[in-house]
Nanobody
Framework: QEQLVESGGGLVQAGGSLRVSCAASGRTFSRYIMGWFRQAPGKEREFLGAISYLGGSQSYADSVKSRFTISRDNAKNTVYLQMNSLNPEDTAVYYC?????????????????WGQGTQVTVSS
């Protein structure tokens, strides 16, 4: 399995943008569908989106599809989550995760490996 490490979280004002990254340390990164999730205090982990092996296809949750974009660079073993027009409801710990299989699976239990998460806080 890949070892995943997120970075780039922090504090941002409402209306701002932030890009978080997830670096993988294994040699099989390009074989994984990569997904992004988030979890706010007291809430379940929420699927945000996923990207296919070569990055040609993405799938997004309706709640973020107009504001968030996922991309990947397999040469750098890294997947990115670009977040625009952030609002305080986007405050959460953001996780990347990897799986082998369908791009369209949105359940956390379908993902095989996870990062430790990075905190994103949006101030009003």
């Amino acid at each position: 399995q890949e070892q995943l490490v997120e970075s780039g979280g922090g504090l941002v004002q409402a209306g701002g943008s932030l890009r978080v990254s997830c670096a993988a340390s294994g040699r099989t990164f390009s074989r994984y569908i990569m997904g992004w999730f988030r979890q706010a205090p007291g809430k379940e982990r929420e699927f945000l989106g996923a990207i296919s092996y070569l990055g040609g296809s993405q799938s997004y949750a309706d709640s973020v599809k107009s504001r968030f974009t996922i991309s990947r660079d397999n040469a750098k073993n890294t997947v990115y989550l670009q977040m625009n027009s952030l609002n305080p409801e986007d405050t959460a710990v953001y996780y990347c995760a990897g799986r082998v299989g369908s791009l369209h699976s949105r359940s956390p239990s379908d993902y095989d490996c996870w990062g430790q998460g990075t905190q994103v806080t949006v101030s009003s």
